[in-house]
């Protein structure tokens, strides 16, 4: 059809263009390169439309031309070579021009959180972190000693954990991230328990090992630990899972105790007591327990937010008991001057943190072994290094290797059950 002339500004017909398009408002007229689009002028072009903003000559750009071609996925080349760029298809709303998939980063709170350590890096850790609690033990030990009072000392040592804690929550980011992560969690209260358990073994070492002695305490400890290491890892508290009860794990943990009554050969033995060896035994099974629920806290937070958490429940735990003993009325010896003696809250946040990181890869166990392995260790170094020290021993070298040993046998066929 042709359309008739008109005057400008007439309400008669329109005027066609130049190159044959209908007016904006009116029916298209059909192009040979095909129909027009509903709502813009039709393109006349022979042999196909137009491209994507490459105007045919004399007329405005076009939005879309009548053919699309296949919408680029996210990530994907769109015709053009701009990544992620999508066209609309017929009857659809165009997508935002210029979106790529590059371009989108997730926040931070929906990145997904970062897995465990493979298991031999994790033991590697926790070894590392049982020689600072070698020393943890001598130095807390020694104040103690030097403070008549050794409840005080535990006091001293858990009150410089929490401040530092309280220190990382004003630096470190991982850890407030992580203490709001645990409210969204809704873990039940008893995971929150795990400060018990360190607090428990703290006040009983203050009151066992005079009179047990520190080689039948710590090896009533090592088996109270393997003992719950095999229940806690068998009942699936700890991050890893539910691990059975085989032959190796068995094997592992009796090869652990044997090797701490090897290392403590010769040392002085004290009243054999049934109810203070069973106390010793109790503190180990707590110390698992402790391993086990920190563990379950960072996995659900952060290692950060887990060492915090315990460290606000055995604090006032050590406090309740201190207070209880009298020993808040201060030293019945003046205040020792030597720096390393307080030093006992630093290395306890780095032993915990060192557990939690263990605990998430390896299982309860083989974590207490080796933390057991470097204890020994570090008993070896500062026996050889302290000044008045007995020198290094055979029998701690051989305890220690021993329990490296255990640590191998009980990684085997752990599988998850």
Known sequence: MTATPAAPGSASGPEPAPDGAARVGEPAEPALGGAARVGEPAEPVLGGAARVGKPAAGRSPRVADPVSPPVAGPGEPAPGGVPGRQRARPGEESPVPEATAAAVVPPAAARPARGPLPAWAALSVVA????????????????????????LAAVVNNAGGTLLVVLGLVVLPSMRTGIAALRRARLPWWSYLG?????AIVVLGAYVVPALGVAVFTIAQVAG???????????????VGRLPLTAPRIT???LGVAAVALAQLGQPVGDLALGLVLLAVAGGLGVALQSALNGRVSAASSS???????FAVSTPAVL??????????????????????????????????GLVVGVRSAGVLRTGLALVAGQLGG???????????????????????????????????GQRR
Not at 225 to 239: E, F, N
Not at 325 to 336: E, F, H, I, V
Request: net charge neutral; aromatic share 4%; proline share 7%.
């Open 320 to 353: 309740l008991v201190a207070a209880l003993a009298g020993a808040l009325t201060g030293p019945t010896q003046p205040w020792p001057s030597a720096w390393y003696l307080y030093t006992g809250g630093l290395l306890g946040v780095c032993i915990v943190a």
């Open 304 to 310: 950060a937010a887990g060492v915090a958490v315990n």
């Open 195 to 199: 400060g018990l358990g360190g607090a």
């Open 225 to 239: 630990g393997s003992l719950g290491g095999l229940a806690v890892d068998r009942g699936g508290l700890a991050p």
């Open 128 to 151: 590392a972190v049982g020689v600072a609690s070698a020393a943890q033990g001598a130095a807390n030990g020694e104040l103690g000693v030097r403070l008549g009072e050794p409840t």
């Open 252 to 254: 592992g943990g009796l």
């Open 379 to 413: 008993a070896l170094l500062l026996d050889a290094l302290l000044p008045g020290g007995p020198g290094a021993r055979p029998a701690v070298l051989a305890g220690a290797v021993l329990t490296l040993l255990a640590v191998v046998v009980a990684g085997r066929e």
